[in-house]
Structure formats: structure tokens, C-alpha cells
């Protein structure tokens, strides 16, 4: 039995990319390595939560000691983040497709001379928003991330108002950051009573903040 703060809470964490299949060999898909959010459960877990870890196919394993849910497509991952509520905090730390392939074939598609292949697409379901927005059984905390490349708190202040999450964890992903795939974080969290900005840390040490964030929150309340 773990004591901690968060011992006797319930919190669902999705991380990863999904892949969108265009045919069996082929998907389109995020960049995502699952670090943050492997990162992030794993903090949860050691504060002593009971947490459920939906997961794309990242590049990192998951952490130990929570209960992993394997996806593959957005939908999956909205039918597996339905199947684990109620949770007392969710985190989408996910880089969710927005697009599905609609044209996506049951077997390969052959190269044919010159004759190029189109895909239809179809939007994917926000599964922040949609969480955010339930009417009975929201969690009493959502987080949701934002990656962005420009002028990032005037676009996750806006990202939190149109989703209705809680809080929003923004980062700068332009590619000279080296966050994408790396190994630290410079993020900056968007609350309804305010911002903090945190300096560059290891993404191991920006997940045990979120985590002590949210079990101070969870306290609260
Ligand atoms: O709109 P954008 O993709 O930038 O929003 C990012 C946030 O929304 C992340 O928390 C991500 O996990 C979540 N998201 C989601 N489902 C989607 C798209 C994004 O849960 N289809």
C-alpha cells in the first residue's frame, strides 16, 4: 500500500502519438516519443495514485506500477479514456492525430505506375474537449498540454477557453528547442487563477511538479 498525497485517487494519464493506418503497412501520425507523459505517470504513481496509463505507440516503455491501456488510433484512445472514467484528475499529454485516413485499405496499397494514391480524411474526436466538457462524470481536475511554435501563452490561454480544461501545460516545440525527443522541458502552466513559468528541467523533474500541483488541487477540494 502506498501513503502519499494522491493515495486513494484515481488519475488518467494519455501520452504517446496515435498512428492512423492508411493500410496495413502504412499510418500517418504525431511526433511523439512518450516521454512526458511516461514521465508524468510515473510521478503520479509515486505520490501514490492509482493511475491508468493510456498509451499510443511511443518510443519509451511505460512506467511501473500503473495500469496500461495500449491504442493505437484517436478513437481507441477516446474509447479507452470512456472506459476508465470516473477519474479524480485526467492529464492528455497524448499528440492525438487530427485526422483520420477515411480511405484507409484493408490491404497494401500496390505502387502502379505513376498512378499516385489520394486519401480522404476525416476529423478525429478532441478527447480533451470532449472530457472537459461532459456533463456528469468530469473529472475534477483536467489538464491538458499544449505544444505550440509562436507565441505560445497567447495560444494556450485561448486552447484552454475553446477545450474547457482546467489547466494547460504549454510548451515551445520549435525544433531549435530540442524538447521534442529530448531529454528536459521548459513549460509553462496556464491556471484559471494564473500562469507559472518554470525554468528548463529534466522532463522527469517538470512531471513530479505537475504531480505535486495536482495533489495539492486534488487536497483542496
Ligand atoms: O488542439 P491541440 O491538439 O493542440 O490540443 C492539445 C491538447 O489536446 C493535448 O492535451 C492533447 O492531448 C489533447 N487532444 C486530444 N484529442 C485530440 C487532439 C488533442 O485529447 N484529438
Same mark, same amino acid.
Given at each position: 500500500l502506498s501513503a502519499g498525497p494522491l493515495s486513494g485517487k484515481r488519475v488518467l494519464v494519455t501520452s504517446g502519438?496515435?498512428?492512423?493506418?492508411?493500410?496495413?503497412?502504412r499510418y500517418i501520425a504525431n511526433r511523439s516519443s512518450g516521454a512526458q507523459g511516461t514521465a508524468i505517470a510515473a510521478a503520479l504513481a509515486a505520490l501514490g495514485a492509482e493511475v491508468v496509463?493510456?498509451?499510443?505507440?511511443?518510443?519509451?516503455?511505460?512506467?511501473?506500477?500503473? &495500469?496500461?491501456?495500449?491504442?493505437?488510433?484517436?478513437?481507441?484512445?477516446? =474509447?479507452?479514456?470512456?472506459? =476508465?472514467?470516473?477519474?479524480?484528475?485526467? $492529464?492528455?499529454? =497524448?499528440? $492525438?492525430?487530427?485526422?483520420?485516413? &477515411? /480511405? /484507409?485499405?484493408?490491404? +497494401?496499397?500496390? +505502387?502502379?505506375?505513376?498512378?499516385?494514391?489520394?486519401?480522404?480524411f476525416a476529423e478525429n474526436p478532441d478527447i480533451l474537449a470532449t472530457v472537459s466538457q461532459l456533463e456528469t462524470g468530469r473529472p475534477g481536475l483536467v489538464v491538458g498540454f499544449a505544444a505550440e511554435t509562436d507565441d505560445v501563452i497567447a495560444h494556450a490561454t485561448a486552447k484552454r477557453a475553446r477545450k474547457q480544461c482546467d489547466w494547460i501545460v504549454?510548451?515551445?516545440?520549435?525544433? @531549435?528547442?530540442?524538447?521534442?525527443?529530448?531529454?528536459?522541458?521548459?513549460?509553462?502552466?496556464?491556471? @484559471?487563477?494564473?500562469?507559472? @513559468?518554470?525554468?528548463?528541467?529534466? +522532463? =522527469? @523533474?517538470?512531471?513530479?511538479?505537475?504531480?505535486?500541483?495536482?495533489?495539492? +488541487?486534488?487536497?483542496?477540494?
Open positions: 502519438p496515435t498512428h492512423e493506418p492508411i493500410d496495413p503497412v496509463f493510456v498509451s499510443g505507440p511511443a518510443d519509451v516503455p511505460p512506467p511501473a506500477g500503473v &495500469t496500461v491501456v495500449p491504442v493505437e488510433t484517436a478513437n481507441e484512445m477516446l =474509447a479507452a479514456v470512456q472506459d =476508465a472514467l470516473p477519474v479524480d484528475a485526467a $492529464v492528455f499529454a =497524448a499528440a $492525438v492525430a487530427d485526422w483520420r485516413v &477515411t /480511405s /484507409s485499405s484493408a490491404s +497494401k496499397i500496390k +505502387k502502379q505506375n505513376g498512378q499516385l494514391p489520394v486519401l480522404e504549454a510548451n515551445d516545440v520549435r525544433p @531549435e528547442t530540442g524538447i521534442m525527443g529530448g531529454a528536459e522541458n521548459a513549460v509553462i502552466l496556464i491556471r @484559471e487563477d494564473g500562469i507559472e @513559468e518554470w525554468p528548463r528541467l529534466n +522532463k =522527469a @523533474e517538470v512531471a513530479k511538479r505537475l504531480a505535486m500541483r495536482i495533489a495539492d +488541487k486534488l487536497e483542496e477540494t
